[in-house]
């Protein structure tokens, strides 16, 4: 089977310890020479090294992809992150927060009118929301985060928020970050570039990264 090319995917789950984590991975056919940087707080999408001239074309393909803020972590494909973050500190519910950043931005105005996909957890709770906002419909999703499975969405095929999930059987954040190039489904999904992992645990937010070797 050809794998299938599924774009920018955001998961929210739990590991079976119990720690909420939210999930990031970067595939691109179109803008490949990209990656994540971490901080403290942030995980980045950056150009590669010598390719910093694509700073002055298509502004969403540089953005925060992870954002953590005192008791939630967001992780999506865009500048609405930040937005989305920025409403949650200012105490927005999260549904409210997600529901009022995606209906001011609506999907991204380029040529493929790529949606703007966004994944929220708490540092300690027992529900996650998942949402997109597509050229014809804005789905949030509030749902419940279960041990050992991560639920996710994705630019292109896996649309629905909540209606595909896996199973999450790592603990730490890098074995969740390379998983999601490494393990079953992933591993499936073409055009990879790299992927992070945000681990509650609370009151700390572990970050990391993996990049896969490239041939």
Not at 150 to 161: G, S
Not at 174 to 186: G, H, N, V
Request: with cysteine; aromatic share 8%; hydrophobic share 40%.
């Amino acid at each position: 089977n050809d794998p299938r090319y599924l774009g920018r995917i955001v998961g929210i789950g739990r590991t079976r310890e119990g720690n909420n984590a939210a999930l990031y991975r970067l595939s691109s056919q179109t803008f490949p020479h990209r990656q994540l940087q971490e901080s403290q707080l942030t995980v980045k999408v950056v150009p590669e090294e010598g390719y910093e001239h694509q700073l002055d074309g298509d502004r969403n393909i540089f953005y925060n992809a992870i954002v953590t803020t005192s008791r939630f972590v967001i992780v999506g494909n865009g500048s609405h992150t930040d937005f989305i973050a920025e409403a949650i500190d200012n105490d927005l519910p999260p549904q409210k927060a997600i529901e009022t950043v995606f209906a001011s931005l609506g999907y991204e105005r380029n040529d493929e009118k790529t949606p703007r996909i966004v994944g929220v957890v708490p540092g300690q709770g027992e529900f996650g929301w998942l949402a997109i906002v597509r050229e014809d419909a804005l789905i949030v999703r509030r749902l419940a985060l279960e041990e050992g499975k991560c639920i996710y969405v994705a630019t292109r095929e896996v649309m629905d928020p909540g209606s595909v999930g896996c199973v999450l059987s790592r603990l730490s954040a890098m074995e969740l970050a390379e998983d999601l190039i490494k393990q079953e489904p992933f591993c499936n999904f073409s055009n990879a570039i790299a992927a992070s992992a945000a681990l509650c645990r609370y009151p700390n937010v572990q970050i990391a990264s993996y990049f896969p070797e490239r041939s």
